[in-house]
DNA sequence: GTGACAGTTTGTCCGAGCGCAAACTCTACG
DNA sequence: CGTAGAGTTTGCGCTCGGACAAACTGTCAC
């Protein structure tokens, strides 16, 4: 195993609050991984044995219904700690992972835990942190899905890959990786027609700039009053 | 502060890795507060200055929105650790907790966790276990909502009410609090209308039983052959 | 007992958005 | 450079379920 720069976990936010030998002890027990473009990093239902914090790429995190609908639950940007299934006290993982952009991650074995967490026990309270922020975000969700109506949500969903993954270009902000009408439909319990409607209506307000697999948003001040107007 | 019982957490599958001394020592920092029906436990965007395990009784956790809806998000159930707002680093409630009958809980001062965990690490596990399966409980509850039509999604919320806190009784199995038609309208996202047209369609197929804030399910099974029909 | 009110039922109307279908266009790959 | 295929756009009809409205009923307070 190739020694592990102490800096690579500057970019995570979980280990913010660990001193440099505490980090130095928590890489000993990694090693990074590529993952192309396309490749699935972990599936639903395997057994949860690795956990990871994702330094370089963008990863999607889909749930497949019994059905065979899936459904985007969402997106893993660098610095992220992901798969975190075992320290939730789950066997399996409970989402499919895969790169939509060729990505690079730390990777633990779920075994490593509990010794991490016996030495850093500042690492559970991370943890703890993590989940919490997901729990409180899948409840907007609920909250929107519930409530608002199709535009109101991709204009929240748009929003929020804004802030998450949005990157300053020529005449607007892009969404930073490679985006389909079908993954937004996924994101916002819609299908990829009504989306397609959707941003070509805002293109033609000027908001939006559309193009195959990209999105720009060249208004996002406008985009914000879509999404929090009532029921315009 | 009146001492409390050991046997008092033996209803809390979150602490039933402690040790006795433990319990007690837990217990020490807590005191127990009677909550009647229709009053509130705390408020959503209040400091969140204590954190609780319901004795008995049953809560009901709502959010509102903006604009002013309100989305049920789950009942508490006895034995459940519930207002962990700052646990999972938060300064205030995400949502509203109130009592649906007289209840009774554990109380204690968001400040004694620091203390207790550091006592008892176990606490934490315990509440990241607890923070994990909620989150796949919100993460099912939206791919319903992104996938499913609303009968399902009324069945689904009615069968997990069932197994939350079904009581057997004479002629089926019925949810054992007060719930109204609008309540069951906040879960799954829809007008309580929309709900009480399809109470009233499957009371006539004799799959439930209706009432005044009651619902009795007479045959479980059929519910769930709704629920899980893909497009009936 | 008798209001008053919260909760429920049912009817009618209508529109957002989905299903289906077909055409179009970029991109990658051979 | 040409072709296959993935991603996108758009039209049309229809249905699910929301909005509005009104009547009904069980429960509680007085």
Same mark, same amino acid.
């Given at each position: 195993m190739s020694a592990l720069d102490r800096s690579l976990l500057d970019v995570a936010p979980g280990f913010a609050t660990l001193t440099g030998e505490e980090i130095d002890l928590v890489l000993a027990h990694a090693r990074?991984?590529?993952?192309?473009?396309?490749?699935?990093?972990?599936?639903?239902?395997?057994?949860?044995?690795?956990?990871?914090?994702?330094?370089?790429?963008h990863l999607q995190v889909v749930k497949l219904t019994p059905?065979?609908?899936?459904?985007?639950?969402?997106?893993?940007?660098?610095?992220?700690?992901?798969?975190?299934? @075992?320290q939730m006290g789950r066997q399996s993982y409970p989402a499919t992972a895969q790169a939509v952009i060729d990505s690079l991650a730390l990777v633990w074995p779920s075994s490593a835990w509990p010794t991490? @967490?016996?030495?850093?026990?500042?690492?559970?309270?991370s943890a703890l942190h993590i989940v919490?922020?997901?729990?409180?975000?899948?409840?907007?969700?609920?909250?929107?899905?519930?409530?608002?109506?199709?535009e109101r949500?991709?204009?929240?969903?748009?929003?929020?890959?804004?802030?998450q993954a949005g990157r300053?270009?020529?005449?607007?902000?892009?969404?930073a990786f490679p985006i389909t009408r079908e993954d937004v439909?996924?994101?916002?319990?819609?299908?990829?027609?009504?989306?397609?409607?959707?941003?070509?209506?805002?293109?033609?307000?000027?908001?939006?700039?559309g193009g195959r697999q990209r999105i720009v948003v060249r208004d996002p001040h406008g985009l914000?009053?879509?999404a929090e107007t009532p029921k315009a």
């Open positions: 990074s991984l590529r993952y192309p473009k396309g490749s699935t990093v972990f599936e639903q239902g395997a057994a949860a044995d690795s956990f990871f914090v994702l330094l370089h790429g059905a065979g609908q899936q459904v985007v639950i969402r997106y893993v940007v660098p610095g992220e700690m992901f798969g975190i299934a @075992v991490l @967490v016996a030495r850093c026990p500042a690492l559970a309270e919490g922020t997901r729990l409180d975000e899948a409840h907007v969700r609920v909250v929107e899905m519930a409530t608002e109506e199709v949500r991709v204009a929240h969903a748009l929003l929020r890959l804004l802030k300053k270009v020529e005449d607007g902000i892009e969404v439909a996924q994101m916002t319990g819609t299908t990829l027609h009504t989306v397609s409607r959707i941003l070509s209506a805002w293109e033609a307000r000027g908001l939006v700039e914000f009053a879509i």
